[in-house]
């Protein structure tokens, strides 16, 4: 079902980010790509950002699986130094670039790339932010080819395997002091609950946000986590580090 609504012409939107203060980020999303827009994971998280603009203001970012760039164009436009986004989809990041020039986003740049692989291997981010495919089962047979585009379905699907790929690259990718930030729909079950692999990959929770969703395609109990690396990691040699991966 929330697959079949992202089967839409190229439109023009926006994401609320503060209703009372009248702020708003003006999008395009292209046909093919991914709706941050109708989900409520993207809208919960582009608030959480504005809401809590301190956390990378002056800071290098990374918005990891950007789509049309929702996360990413947030931090870009309220106070980032420079920000990467990055996606796997050759679709996502040709619509983030486009909304990056629209928006006069300078200090934003768009990659195709499969989680970090094809991101500069020395860069290291303030902030990595990461509104990761949660679904762990493949959908049946769809009615129209918009239902089987595997770009769409990469964007919705993942699941445990992509989430402890992503994790146990981290480490290598964030500042000592850096934060990694993820929402979670709890209804997608335990095993896709980043919270329940940060352990194993030398990172923890020390913040949880809860919010109760009413609204939007996605319903239910909804976290976003804010994330770093534990003390004992930090502790280590940089070379006994390595290691680990």
Known sequence: MQLSKHDRP?????????????KFLNLV??????????????????????????????????????GPGTQGLVMAMYGA???????????????????????GARNAKAFESDLFRALPKTKRFDIIVFNHPFFSITPGQFRTSAFNDMMIKRSMLGGTRLIKRFLKDVPRHLKQDGILIMPFFHFAGKENDPAMHLNKYHLKIIRQ?????????????FSIYVIRLTDLYLLQP???????H
């Not at 504005?50 to 699986?65: A, P, Q, T, W």
């Not at 996606?87 to 983030?96: E, T, Y």
């Not at 946000?209 to 109990?221: D, F, H, R």
């Open 238 to 244: 940089e070379h006994q580090r390595v290691r680990h």
């Open 81 to 103: 130094k420079e920000v990467i986004l990055s996606d796997v989809s050759h679709g996502a990041v040709k619509n983030a670039r486009l909304n990056i020039e629209q928006l």
């Open 10 to 22: 190229t439109l023009k939107t926006k994401i609320v980010l503060n209703g009372r203060r009248r």
């Open 29 to 66: 999303i292209e046909r093919g790509v991914f709706g941050s827009d109708i989900m409520s994971s993207g809208i919960y998280l582009a608030k959480f950002l504005y809401n809590n603009r301190k956390l990378f203001s002056g800071k290098i970012c990374l918005d990891m699986g950007c």
């Open 209 to 221: 946000e809860k919010i109760e969703s009413s609204k939007g395609l996605q319903l239910g109990s």
